[in-house]
C-alpha cells in the first residue's frame, strides 16, 4: 500500500462488528476498506464464543447493549434465513439450582419485560423435567426464554464481508494498523503493509481497541480480557437435551451453561477469568475440572461422554458496564470498543447505529446503484439436507457426492468452494471454519492429509 490509498472510510478490524460495518457502508457511494490483521476475517473473539443468538432478557435495562442486542436478534434471525446462517430456535430455560437463586426468578422474568423482551415466562418443576429429563435433580424453580437460538458464528463474519466485497468494499487481511497520525484533511494510517489516508476511521479493534482509542487522542475506557473456556462434546451427548440450559445470572457473568451447537455438538462453558495477557486463549486444567464440577449438576450424563475438543476466548470487558460506542463527529472517528458478551448478537445492530451516528456526523451517505446482493453460505446446520445427501447438488457436480471427511461429511466440492469463494479460506483453519472439515470427533486425524492435499491443489 502507498499514501495513493485514500478512502472516504477505513475500518480497523474485520471481526463480526467490522465486517458488520462493512457490510452497512456497502449500501452507499463511499470507498472504503476493512482491515485487519489476521489472515482471515473473524479470527479474534469472533471465531471462539458460545454462538447464542440472545434475545437480549438479561442485559441491562435501558443500556445500548440491551436496545442492539434486542434489534439485532431481530436483524440477524431474518438475515440468517436470507443468507443461509444455520440458526436454530431451541429456546433456552434458566434453572435455579438453590432458594436463593429460586427467589431471584421473578425478577429474571420482570427484567426481561424491562429489556421488551416479554415472552419469558416461569415453568413449574414438572414441566421442566418434562422439557428436559436428563437434568440433573435437585432445580428449585425455572424460566423459559421461548426465543434465544443457536448460531453458526463463524458463517456470520464471512457473510457480512462476503456481501461488502461483493459490492465493493474492499478487504485487506494480515495488515495492522501501527500508527495514527492527521492532517488538515485525513487520517494517516501508518501499517505494517505500508500507509493509507481516511476521511473517517472505524475503530472495531475488539481486544485492541483502547489501545487504538489511545492513539486517536481518546481514553474512554481500559479492555480488561475476560477468558472464556469452553469444552465441545461430540454429536452422541446432543439427544440429552433439546434447549439451551442456562443458570442464574449474576451481574459480572451469564455464569456457565449447556447448550446444543448447530452442528450436532453440545457446548459446556464458559469460564469468566479476568485474565492479563490480550492473546490468553489457552485452556487450563482448572478451567475444565470447574466446567465438569458445573456439568455434575446441570447434565450429570453429559460427564460420561467424550469430548471432541476444548477452546477458549477473550471478552472485551472493560470498566464499564455497557458498549463503548462513540462517534466523534468533528474528528470524523468512531470508536465500537467495549463489545463484550453479546456482539455476535448486536452486530447488525451495532452497525446499523454507527453509521447512522456517522450519518448525522457528517459523512455522506448517498446511495449506491444497487443493493448488496444477500450472499448464499455453505449449508453447516446438522439439521438441514446437507451437499452429501443432496442428490441435486450431486446430479449437477459429483464432486458433492465425494465425502473427504467423514466425521463431519464434508465433501470434496464444499472443500474447494471454500476455497474459491469471494472471500477465500487460506488456510485449513478456514477451511475448518467454512466447511466444517476436520471439526468432528477424529480433528483430522483421519481425514486431515486429504483436506491438506486438496487444500494444496486449490
Ligand atoms: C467465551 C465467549 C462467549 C461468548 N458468547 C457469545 C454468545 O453466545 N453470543 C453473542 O452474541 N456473543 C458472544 N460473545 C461475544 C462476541 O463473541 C463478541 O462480542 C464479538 O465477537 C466481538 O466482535 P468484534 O468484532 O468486536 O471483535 P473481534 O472479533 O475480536 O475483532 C476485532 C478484530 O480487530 C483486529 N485488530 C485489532 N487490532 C488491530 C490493529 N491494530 N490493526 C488491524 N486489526 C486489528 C483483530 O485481529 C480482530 O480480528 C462471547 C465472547 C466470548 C469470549
New binding site residues.
Given amino acids: 500500500m502507498t499514501d495513493d490509498h485514500t478512502y472516504d472510510v477505513v475500518i480497523?478490524?474485520?471481526?463480526?462488528?467490522?465486517t458488520a460495518i462493512g457490510r452497512q457502508l456497502a449500501r452507499y457511494r463511499l470507498r472504503t476498506v476493512m482491515?485487519?490483521?489476521?489472515t482471515d476475517v473473524?479470527?479474534?473473539?469472533?471465531k471462539?464464543?458460545?454462538?447464542?443468538?440472545?434475545t437480549g432478557f438479561d442485559t441491562r435495562p435501558g443500556s445500548l447493549e440491551s436496545a442492539l442486542v434486542r434489534r439485532g436478534h431481530e436483524l440477524l434471525t431474518a438475515y440468517a434465513g436470507r443468507a443461509g446462517i444455520a440458526l436454530e430456535k431451541t429456546g433456552a430455560v434458566l434453572v435455579a439450582w438453590d432458594a436463593e437463586q429460586a427467589v431471584r426468578l421473578d425478577d429474571v422474568v420482570t427484567k426481561s419485560k424491562a429489556n421488551g423482551y416479554l415472552r419469558a415466562h416461569r415453568i413449574t418443576l414438572e414441566e421442566l423435567y418434562r422439557r428436559e429429563p436428563a437434568l440433573g435433580g435437585g432445580a428449585m424453580g425455572a424460566v423459559v426464554i421461548p426465543d434465544e437460538s443457536i448460531i453458526c458464528p463463524w458463517s456470520t463474519s464471512i457473510a457480512y464481508a462476503t456481501e461488502a466485497v461483493g459490492a465493493g468494499v474492499e478487504l485487506r487481511l494480515g495488515?495492522?494498523?501501527t500508527a495514527v497520525t492527521r492532517d488538515a484533511d485525513a487520517w494517516l494510517l501508518r501499517t505494517t503493509s505500508g500507509s493509507l489516508r481516511s476521511d473517517w476511521v472505524v475503530n472495531?479493534?475488539?481486544?485492541?481497541s483502547d489501545l487504538?482509542n489511545h492513539q486517536f487522542g481518546h481514553d474512554e475506557f481500559t479492555v480488561a480480557p475476560r477468558r472464556?473456556q469452553?469444552i465441545v462434546f461430540d454429536k452422541m451427548a446432543r439427544p440429552l437435551l433439546s434447549s439451551i440450559l442456562l443458570p442464574v445470572p449474576t451481574e459480572r457473568t451469564k455464569g456457565v451453561l449447556v447448550a446444543p451447537t448447530v452442528y450436532g455438538n453440545v457446548l459446556l462453558?464458559?469460564t469468566a477469568e479476568d485474565v492479563p495477557d490480550r492473546q490468553d486463549t489457552a485452556t487450563t486444567a482448572v478451567g475444565i475440572h470447574g466446567l465438569f464440577d458445573a456439568a455434575r449438576r446441570i447434565l450429570p450424563d453429559l460427564i460420561n461422554e467424550e469430548v471432541t475438543a476444548t477452546y477458549a476466548?477473550?471478552?472485551?470487558a472493560t470498566e464499564h458496564p455497557d458498549y463503548q460506542i462513540t462517534t466523534h463527529d468533528r474528528e470524523h472517528y468512531a470508536c465500537?470498543g467495549g463489545?463484550?458478551?453479546?456482539?455476535?448478537?448486536?452486530s447488525l445492530a451495532i452497525a446499523e447505529h454507527v453509521v447512522d451516528g456517522m450519518g448525522a456526523g457528517g459523512l455522506s451517505l448517498a446511495e449506491a446503484d444497487h443493493e448488496p446482493a444477500v450472499p448464499h453460505m455453505p449449508q453447516l446446520a446438522e439439521r438441514a439436507t446437507r451437499a452429501f445427501e443432496d442428490t441435486r447438488m450431486i446430479e449437477d457436480d459429483p464432486a458433492y457426492g465425494h465425502i473427504i471427511c467423514f466425521c463431519e461429511r464434508v465433501t470434496e466440492g464444499e472443500v474447494r468452494d471454500a476455497l474459491r469463494a469471494p472471500v477465500p479460506a487460506v488456510d485449513l483453519g478456514g477451511v475448518r471454519r467454512r466447511t466444517r472439515a476436520t471439526n468432528g470427533r477424529c480433528q483430522g486425524f483421519f481425514c486431515g492429509a486429504a483436506v491438506a492435499a486438496q487444500f494444496a491443489s486449490g
Fill in positions: 480497523i478490524g474485520a471481526g463480526v462488528v467490522g482491515l485487519d490483521r489476521c473473524g479470527m479474534g473473539t469472533s471462539a464464543n458460545t454462538a447464542i443468538l440472545h495488515v495492522e494498523v472495531a479493534a475488539g481486544l485492541g487504538l472464556g469452553l462453558g464458559p476466548g477473550l471478552r472485551a465500537v463489545i463484550r458478551s453479546t456482539g455476535l448478537t448486536a
